[in-house]
């Protein structure tokens, strides 16, 4: 069974920066398309940054160059650095994880088929 768990959430200030894990267990697949999603409330579902087995990256133009992720293949977990981080970036946050890496050429479109239960972020001005 394959289980992910978020923690590094957290509540800073305005250009702050926090670090995001996703721990795997139960991953048996040789690949991987990983991602990060937020949801603020009242607000869709957003992308926030994705990686495959390839070392694939993509990102929206809202994080790009300031959430770089990244993925420890010996620990089986994904990472998110978020660096000068923004109130706009206040959400809940949540991986996910798919062995089809249609979903990274589609990403944030498609629905991954595991998720973790979120960590939330609070940035404050």
């Known amino acids: 069974q394959v289980r992910l768990v978020e923690s590094g959430g957290g509540s800073v200030h305005s250009g702050g920066s926090l670090r995001l894990s996703c721990a795997a267990s139960?991953?048996?697949?040789?690949?991987?398309?990983m991602a990060w999603f937020r949801q603020a409330p009242g607000k869709e579902r957003e992308g926030v940054a994705a990686?495959?087995?390839?070392?694939?990256?993509s990102y929206p133009n809202s994080v790009k160059g300031r959430f770089p992720i990244s993925v420890d293949n010996a620990k089986n977990t994904l990472y998110l650095q978020m660096n000068n981080l923004k109130p706009e970036d206040t959400a809940m946050y949540f991986c996910?994880?798919?062995?089809?890496?249609?979903?990274?050429?589609?990403?944030?479109?498609?629905?991954?088929?595991?998720w973790g239960q979120g960590t939330q972020v609070t940035v404050s001005s």
């Open positions: 990686t495959d087995y390839l070392g694939y990256t």
């Open positions: 996910a994880a798919d062995p089809d890496l249609t979903f990274c050429a589609s990403w944030p479109e498609g629905n991954f088929r595991y």
């Open positions: 139960g991953y048996t697949y040789r690949t991987f398309c």
